[in-house]
């Protein structure tokens, strides 16, 4: 969470003294959290909430729901384990304008998989599907954001409101995972009834007949602040 990483591995330590503070507050810098892993009383992380831990708790769990405050990293923890576990997310935004931020380039690169990039030293973009306002495939691209010839996409990018114009594409054995960002609107941002029924024809779209082929169910991750 921008925190820089404490090693403690190989050094003598006859007394410690921990000092910190977060911005304005004397709590919150992790003070106590850091003692408690060093005595194996919590379990420790690279500070970004992994969702996989959860679903290998709770295998037959088809759906996860995450609601908590800006700061864990939700979608950075599942977008950085499924790149590692070579799983493919198909990563839901509300709107198209919401997809076309994303994929518009530039110098500064918007999509959820540029920290993916700096973290793992990857080079993923967000290319927009030609002909289908709203979607978009994550893949590798070269120095000139050319995509790697005869690589698959690790992932997808869909606007809820785009669940109509890809109802058509079979990407059942494209995806694994379904994570649907904001899926409570922030404050200001207006939800239509619809958006129900638009993340469910989605699904429909990624499941198509994966039960006829002995494929498991595409897992649903719904995260939000």
């Not at 000092?19 to 919590?42: H, M, V």
């Not at 996989?52 to 599942?78: N, W």
């Amino acid at each position: 969470m921008g925190r820089p990483a404490i090693d403690l591995t190989g050094m003598e330590i006859g007394r410690l003294t921990v000092l910190g503070r977060d911005f304005s507050k004397p709590s919150g810098a992790g003070k106590s959290t850091l003692l408690r892993c060093i005595n194996a009383l919590e379990d420790y992380n690279d500070g970004y909430y992994h969702v996989f831990q959860d679903a290998y708790k709770y295998p037959d769990a088809t759906v996860i729901v995450s609601y908590s405050r800006r700061g864990p990293g939700k979608t950075t923890g599942a977008l950085l384990g499924a790149y590692l576990r070579g799983k493919r997310i198909m990563y839901i935004k509300r709107t198209i304008a919401d997809v076309k931020m994303i994929t518009k380039g530039g110098s500064v690169d918007l999509s959820p998989w540029a920290t993916i990039n700096r973290i793992a030293g990857t080079n993923f973009k967000a290319i927009p599907v030609k002909g289908v306002d709203g979607f978009a495939e994550v893949v590798s691209v070269d120095e000139n954001d050319t995509p790697l010839p005869n690589e698959e996409p690790i992932g997808y990018i869909c606007a809820l409101s785009a669940a109509g114009k890809i109802k058509g594409f079979d990407l059942s054995d494209k995806v694994d995972i379904m994570i649907v960002d904001e899926f409570v609107p922030n404050k200001g941002v207006i939800a239509r009834q619809s958006e129900g029924d638009q993340t469910l024809d989605i699904l429909a779209t990624l499941m198509r007949d994966r039960h006829k082929r002995g494929l498991p169910n595409i897992k649903l991750w719904l995260f939000s602040n």
